[in-house]
């Protein structure tokens, strides 16, 4: 189980979160190609290696947050 | 018959081959196989990196079925189980296939006509399917808990008898064997690590073991694909899991048949060994690390035992994970990919094993006509754009 650092309670175990995925995918304007929608409904980075992403503290205080972790290793460092 | 000492031969990789299959697991193997038997091309290489089958080819809890619920997947997993039925014999290897029926459990009214409809679409396609009340569900497998106190209770369950398990190395060989026996390369130590794109077109591999030349490459690589994707410019809708599974201490004949529920989460059979295959849902996160987080199995234990009060004793013998490559609607992704003569055979998720030799034969057609077979044409990677999903996830969130 990984510890995750939550910004409001500190670290925290990783049963008490969501994950919410690849962070800063900014939401899109409807005048675009089926494309570009296709590409925000459905294309997420997926990297082996360091990874920015989203976790939800669901069974604590409800912050949502953003870190880097390391998709093989499992090490998360704050993002910057 | 006396076995014998080296079931293939472990070539070093020629410059050039017709093609360049890109991953040494179940699929790929069954690809290399099919190119053979039914195409004639047999100047294939299957590149491994690590050793033969050694990724989810050796993880998977080796359940077989095809009661999925749209016309294009059962059309495609319903071709692969006819081909495991006529599988051993055509390998000439045991392969234990065993259909000993498969259950999926349904525990409030909402699973309940979930399943009822699976089975009347199933029927419809022509794959097997029956619906099971709680007392049925207690006469085909006597050890499930089926008490309306239970927390989860049974109220009923889908049943395709035809499903079962099958033994996951054997298959490999097996196949591993025949692909070798036609002249295909079966390189392992020999990682891909990119491509060589010429006027927008795939024209060899770079690999650990240097470059090869491929008239086509065809990526097999499961959990990696979106790495090896990426080095061909190519971004895919795919997320990598972790998956895992365990097996308990051996027992005596306990159960036999499968049981799946996806309301409880878990899935279980017993293995011809006899000890007790397990597995759950994903690890929520990304990740390459081939492992997963104790309490997830913990979780799948739970659920485990709520159906299974006779196994609260039982001990855990060894646990797992393997990397799972999830689409967007559950549904795998075969076909062309916007590099010329660069192939895609990914997106099975957590249920690939059963599609081996359906998924083989419907990727060795495109790769060897480069079109897709009619089987695979739905699952193209241009449904994202068009939007014609196959979404399986009823079917296929959890479980398999
Ligand atoms: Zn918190």
Redesign the pocket.
């Known amino acids: 189980m990984m510890l995750i650092e939550?910004p409001?309670?500190g670290p925290?175990d990783e049963n008490e979160f969501r994950y919410g995925g690849q962070a800063g995918v900014s939401y899109r304007p409807e005048d675009t190609s089926d494309e570009e929608w296709a590409g925000y409904v459905f294309l997420r980075d997926n990297p082996k290696g360091w990874f920015h992403e989203r976790w939800f503290?669901v069974h604590?205080?409800r912050?949502w947050f953003s870190v880097e972790r390391h998709t093989l290793t499992h090490e998360i460092r704050k993002a910057p | 018959m006396t076995h014998p000492d080296f079931l293939w031969r472990n070539p070093e990789p020629r410059p050039a081959y017709d093609v360049v299959i890109v991953g040494g697991g179940g699929h790929g193997l069954a690809t290399a196989y099919y190119l053979a038997r039914n195409h004639g091309i047999t100047n294939v290489a299957v590149l491994e990196k690590g050793w033969l089958a050694g990724g989810n080819m050796a993880r998977n809890t080796t359940v077989i079925r095809s009661n999925y619920l749209w016309d294009e997947s059962a059309a495609i997993y319903e071709h692969s189980l006819k081909l495991w039925e006529g599988l051993s014999d055509e390998l000439d290897y045991d392969l234990q296939f065993s259909q000993r029926g498969v259950l999926n459990l349904a525990h409030n009214l909402g699973d309940v006509r979930e399943g009822r409809r699976r089975v009347n679409a199933n029927r419809l396609n022509g794959v097997d399917a029956e619906w099971l009340d709680a007392d049925e569900v207690k006469k085909f497998c006597p050890v499930i808990n089926v008490s309306e106190r239970a927390r989860y209770p049974v109220m009923g369950a889908t049943l395709q008898r035809r499903g079962g398990i099958a033994k996951h190395d054997h298959v490999a060989w097996a196949l591993a064997r025949k692909a070798d026996a036609y002249g295909v390369d079966l390189i392992q130590g020999c990682e891909v690590t990119g491509f060589e794109i010429t006027d927008g077109r795939a024209v060899a591999v770079r690999t650990s073991k240097g470059r090869i030349a491929a008239g086509k490459i065809a990526l097999a690589s499961a959990g990696h694909t979106s790495v090896l994707a990426a080095e061909a410019g190519i971004r895919l809708p795919l997320q990598s899991h972790p998956l895992q599974a365990l097996v308990s201490e051996l027992l005596e004949p306990v159960l036999d048949c499968v049981v799946m529920s996806n309301a409880v989460h878990v899935y279980v059979s017993q293995a011809h060994k006899g000890e007790l295959v397990m597995g759950a849902g994903i690890d929520p996160y990304n990740s390459y690390g081939q492992r997963g987080a104790f309490h997830v199995i913990e979780a799948q234990m739970a659920a485990a035992l709520e159906l299974f009060p006779i196994f609260s004793r039982v001990r855990v013998l060894r646990t797992w994970a393997g990397i799972v490559d999830v689409s967007p609607d559950a549904s795998p992704i075969v076909g062309r990919t916007p590099v010329e003569g660069l192939y895609i055979n990914a997106g099975w998720g957590t249920g690939g094993f059963k599609a081996t030799p359906g998924s083989g034969w419907v990727y060795a057609h495109t790769i060897a006509h480069g079109e897709p077979h009619p089987l695979a044409e739905p699952f193209a990677l241009d449904r994202f754009t068009t939007g014609a999903l196959i979404d399986e996830h009823g079917a296929a969130a959890v479980a398999h």
């Open positions: 939550c409001h309670c925290r503290h604590g205080c912050t």
